[in-house]
Antibody
Framework: QVQLVESGGGVVQPGRSLKLSCSATGFIFSDYGMNWVRQAPGKGLEWVGKISYDGSKKNHVDSVKGRFTVSRDDSKNTVFLQMHGLRAEDTAVYYC???????????????????WGKGTTVTVSS | SYELTQPPSVSVSPGQTATVSCSGDELGEKFVSWFQHKPGQSPVLVIYQDYLRPSGTPQRFSASNSGSTATLTISGTQSVDEADYYCQAWDSTTAIFGGGTKLTVL
C-alpha cells in the first residue's frame, strides 16, 4: 500500500529551525521526485518545494528560498524539509506529495502529485 | 508570477452538475491537475493531465482545459463531493495552485 507519513511538526519560536520528515512505503522511493505543500490556517494550498528522484534538482517557492531546503535519504525512504528562520507566516499544515510522471504526446514529461500524506502541523509562535 | 484564479465558492443541488473554473494566462498551453480536499484529510488527486482520472476517481468527475480556462465538472453531484477543489499547473519549475473553490452541495 502506497503511503506517506509526515512527522516533525510542532510549536517553535520565530527565528528557530525545524526539520520535517516524510517516510514513504509501498513503492520504489528512489524512482520518484517528492514535493512539500503547505496550507496555512484558513488559506489554500501552497507549494513549498520539490526534489527530483535522484536528488540532483531542488526547487523552492520564492517565499522560502534561502530558508528552507528539501533533501532526501533513499536508504531510509525519507524526504526532509529543513526549515530555518521560521516566521509566523510559515505556520501551516505541511504535506509531502509524491511526484508522478507522465509522457505527453509531444514527448515532454509532465509531473503530477498523485499521493499525499496526512500532514504535520507547524506553529511558529512566541 | 503566474497565477491561477478560481471562484471562492460554488453551490449545487444533489444530482445536479457542478462546474469549477480555473483561469490563467494561456492555461491551455499547460497541463492541469485537480485536487479534492476535505477538512482534516489529505488532498486527493481527482484529475491529472487536464482530463485523466486516476483509478479511484468516480466517473462523474470530468475536466477540460482550453484557451485560458480549465474546468472541472461533476455530474450527478453527491453530498460526498462537498469539499474544497484546487487546480494546479506548473510554471516552469514552480507548482502553482489556484486559490481553491469551496463546493457546497445543498
Amino acid at each position: 500500500q502506497v503511503q506517506l507519513v509526515e512527522s516533525g511538526g510542532g510549536v517553535v519560536q520565530p527565528g528557530r529551525s525545524l526539520k520535517l520528515s516524510c517516510s514513504a512505503t509501498g513503492f520504489i522511493f528512489s524512482d520518484y521526485g517528492m514535493n512539500w505543500v503547505r496550507q496555512a490556517p484558513g488559506k489554500g494550498l501552497e507549494w513549498v518545494g520539490k526534489i527530483s528522484y535522484d536528488g540532483s534538482k531542488k526547487n523552492h517557492v520564492d517565499s522560502v528560498k534561502g530558508r528552507f531546503t528539501v533533501s532526501r535519504d533513499d536508504s531510509k525512504n525519507t524526504v526532509f524539509l529543513q526549515m530555518h528562520g521560521l516566521r509566523a507566516e510559515d505556520t501551516a499544515v505541511y504535506y509531502c506529495a509524491r511526484d508522478n510522471i507522465a509522457v505527453v504526446p509531444s514527448g515532454a514529461y509532465y509531473y503530477y502529485m498523485d499521493v499525499w500524506g496526512k500532514g504535520t502541523t507547524v506553529t511558529v509562535s512566541s | 508570477s503566474y497565477e491561477l484564479t478560481q471562484p471562492p465558492s460554488v453551490s449545487v443541488s444533489p444530482g445536479q452538475t457542478a462546474t469549477v473554473s480555473c483561469s490563467g494566462d494561456e492555461l491551455g498551453e499547460k497541463f492541469v491537475s485537480w485536487f479534492q480536499h476535505k477538512p482534516g484529510q489529505s488532498p486527493v488527486l481527482v484529475i491529472y493531465q487536464d482530463y485523466l482520472r486516476p483509478s479511484g476517481t468516480p466517473q462523474r468527475f470530468s475536466a477540460s482545459n482550453s484557451g485560458s480556462t480549465a474546468t472541472l465538472t461533476i455530474s450527478g453531484t453527491q453530498s460526498v463531493d462537498e469539499a474544497d477543489y484546487y487546480c494546479q499547473a506548473w510554471d516552469s519549475t514552480t507548482a502553482i495552485f489556484g486559490g481553491g473553490t469551496k463546493l457546497t452541495v445543498l
